[in-house]
């Protein structure tokens, strides 16, 4: 058997054993990037190689292939991309403050290790790799944001328990209803103040002087989820009567730069004929976006809202010598 074949059958097979309920050829096909025939020859090559393969039809009547008891804990498979993966996920979390993640990644990271056999060859084959990837820092100041305020607010997130916070000039503490966090140049908590409003506001983190986790449940917002409310603005700012409709045109010399970029998670792109390009997506923060918009000089324009259009057309220079 080929040496590539050998990999992708260990990896079926823990695939197999992963699931409760197997894994399918159509789930196979789309995992591989193979054909449904492919598909089917990689579960012979399962059948021959395991005693334990055990082949069920679910409840479409579609075959679905499980290894029972594999004990495929003792195949010490090369744990580089692993460790790698960790050691820049750790590093992620030291950079915004988040030293409790930072601490759990590590733990993480030691406990793989400790069960290598070759440790240090490991070690020696991620460093390397890491030691080439050099972290990018976004210009200007960042905001710091204190371990113990971000340690309390992450507690309370679990329970989730409601937050008492001293907040910017406040004389007297807040208790809030805390639904998420939003990273970005600023640190934002999502949360509700239940004795001001039932909306969910953001409150910058590093404006909080004082947090503590109260031993004090509460019902979330039917149907909030972080992604969804995140989505309403460009970057972090949310503001209800700035949501709409945006649309931007890039100018044909900057409609493939423009094309690989990621405006909005759900942004929508048309080109045009001219070779120009449309990008369309729903959302508030009109400075956020007149911040970024600037970059681009003279290749963007703006369709809508006109707002936004009014706020940026006498700031799209000719001569910057560079898109984004």
Same mark, same amino acid.
């Given at each position: 058997?080929?040496?590539?074949?050998?990999?992708?059958?260990?990896?079926?097979?823990?695939?197999?054993?992963?699931?409760?309920?197997?894994?399918?050829?159509?789930?196979?096909?789309?995992?591989?990037?193979?054909?449904?025939?492919?598909?089917?020859?990689?579960?012979?090559?399962?059948?021959?190689?395991?005693?334990?393969?055990?082949?069920?039809?679910?409840?479409?009547?579609?075959?679905?292939?499980?290894?029972?008891?594999?004990?495929?804990?003792?195949?010490?498979?090369?744990?580089?991309?692993?460790?790698?993966? %960790?050691?820049?996920?750790?590093?992620?979390?030291?950079?915004?403050?988040? %030293?409790?993640?930072?601490?759990?990644?590590?733990?993480?990271?030691?406990?793989?290790?400790?069960?290598?056999?070759?440790?240090?060859?490991?070690?020696?084959?991620?460093?390397?790799?890491?030691?080439?990837?050099?972290?990018?820092?976004?210009?200007?100041?960042?905001?710091?944001?204190?371990?113990?305020?971000?340690?309390?607010?992450?507690?309370?997130?679990?329970?989730?328990?409601?937050?008492?916070?001293?907040?910017?000039?406040?004389?007297?503490?807040?208790?809030?209803?805390?639904?998420?966090?939003?990273?970005?140049?600023?640190?934002?908590?999502?949360?509700?103040?239940?004795?001001?409003?039932?909306?969910?506001?953001?409150?910058?983190?590093?404006?909080?002087?004082?947090?503590?986790?109260?031993?004090?449940?509460?019902?979330?917002?039917?149907?909030?989820?972080?992604?969804?409310?995140?989505?309403?603005?460009?970057?972090?700012?949310?503001?209800?009567?700035?949501?709409?409709?945006?649309?931007?045109?890039?100018?044909?010399?900057?409609?493939?730069?423009?094309?690989?970029?990621?405006?909005?998670?759900?942004?929508?792109?048309?080109?045009?004929?001219?070779?120009?390009?449309?990008?369309?997506?729903?959302?508030?923060?009109? %400075?956020?976006?007149?911040?970024?918009?600037?970059?681009?000089?003279?290749?963007?324009?703006?369709?809508?809202?006109?707002?936004?259009?009014?706020?940026?057309?006498?700031?799209?220079?000719?001569?910057?010598?560079?898109?984004?």
């Amino acid at each position: 058997m080929a040496f590539a074949k050998a990999q992708d059958l260990i990896r079926l097979a823990r695939l197999a054993a992963a699931g409760r309920r197997g894994i399918s050829l159509e789930e196979i096909s789309a995992e591989f990037g193979v054909s449904h025939r492919t598909a089917q020859r990689m579960t012979e090559a399962l059948d021959q190689a395991f005693g334990n393969v055990l082949v069920e039809e679910d409840e479409d009547r579609k075959r679905r292939w499980r290894l029972v008891d594999p004990m495929l804990d003792r195949m010490q498979l090369r744990h580089e991309s692993a460790v790698e993966a %960790l050691e820049i996920a750790a590093r992620a979390a030291e950079a915004e403050g988040r %030293l409790r993640h930072t601490r759990a990644l590590l733990d993480l990271r030691e406990g793989m290790l400790a069960k290598v056999p070759k440790r240090a060859r490991v070690e020696a084959d991620a460093e390397a790799v890491l030691a080439a990837m050099g972290q990018v820092t976004r210009p200007g100041p960042r905001v710091t944001v204190s371990a113990d305020i971000l340690d309390a607010i992450i507690e309370a997130l679990r329970g989730p328990f409601r937050l008492s916070v001293r907040y910017h000039r406040d004389k007297e503490k807040r208790i809030l209803d805390p639904h998420g966090v939003l990273l970005g140049h600023r640190t934002y908590l999502a949360a509700r103040d239940p004795n001001k409003a039932d909306e969910i506001r953001n409150f910058r983190i590093d404006l909080i002087h004082e947090a503590e986790t109260i031993n004090e449940s509460f019902a979330m917002k039917e149907g909030f989820t972080i992604s969804d409310y995140a989505a309403q603005a460009f970057g972090v700012w949310q503001d209800p009567e700035q949501y709409g409709e945006v649309i931007w045109r890039f100018v044909p010399d900057a409609a493939e730069r423009a094309a690989g970029f990621q405006f909005h998670p759900r942004q929508v792109q048309e080109h045009e004929e001219d070779g120009s390009l449309i990008v369309r997506f729903h959302a508030a923060g009109w %400075l956020e976006m007149a911040w970024h918009l600037y970059q681009w000089g003279d290749r963007v324009e703006v369709i809508a809202p006109e707002a936004l259009r009014k706020m940026v057309e006498h700031y799209r220079r000719p001569d910057f010598a560079a898109m984004p």
